[in-house]
C-alpha cells in the first residue's frame, strides 16, 4: 500500500533550522509531484512547496528565501530545509504526492514543527 512517511520535526527556538524528510512508498515516485503542506491550529491547511519529478519548484511568499524543498527519485523521498524559523512556521507539515497525470493525492500523517523560546 502507499506510504508517505514524515520525519525531523520537533521544537526548535525562533531562527533556528530544522530539516524535514519524506520516505515514499508503494507509489512510483517520478510520476508524483511532490510537496509540503502545513496547518497550523484553528487554520486551513496550507501549501509549503512543491517539487515536479523534473525538479522544479514553487514556493508560498511566506516561506521564499527560507526554505528549500529537494527530492531523490532514486531514493524516493523529499527533503524540506527550513531556516531562520519563525513562530508562525509553526504547524503540522504534511508531505502530499499528487499524481501528474490524475486525480490520485496521497498524504502523509503529519509532522508537528513548533517554533518557540
Known amino acids: 500500500q502507499v506510504q508517505l512517511v514524515e520525519s525531523g520535526g520537533g521544537l526548535v527556538q525562533p531562527g533556528g533550522s530544522l530539516r524535514l524528510s519524506c520516505a515514499a512508498s508503494?507509489?512510483?515516485?517520478?510520476?508524483?509531484?511532490m510537496g509540503w503542506y502545513r496547518q497550523a491550529p484553528g487554520k486551513q491547511r496550507e501549501l509549503v512547496a512543491t517539487i515536479t519529478s523534473s525538479g522544479s519548484t514553487n514556493y508560498a511568499d511566506s516561506v521564499k528565501g527560507r526554505f528549500t524543498i529537494s527530492r531523490d527519485n532514486a531514493k524516493n523521498t523529499m527533503t524540506l530545509q527550513m531556516n531562520s524559523l519563525k513562530p508562525e512556521d509553526t504547524a503540522v507539515y504534511y508531505c502530499?504526492?499528487?499524481?501528474?497525470?490524475?486525480?490520485?493525492?496521497?498524504w502523509g500523517q503529519g509532522t508537528q514543527v513548533t517554533v518557540s523560546s
Open positions: 502530499n504526492a499528487d499524481h501528474i497525470l490524475s486525480d490520485t493525492r496521497h
Open positions: 508503494g507509489i512510483i515516485f517520478s510520476a508524483y509531484t
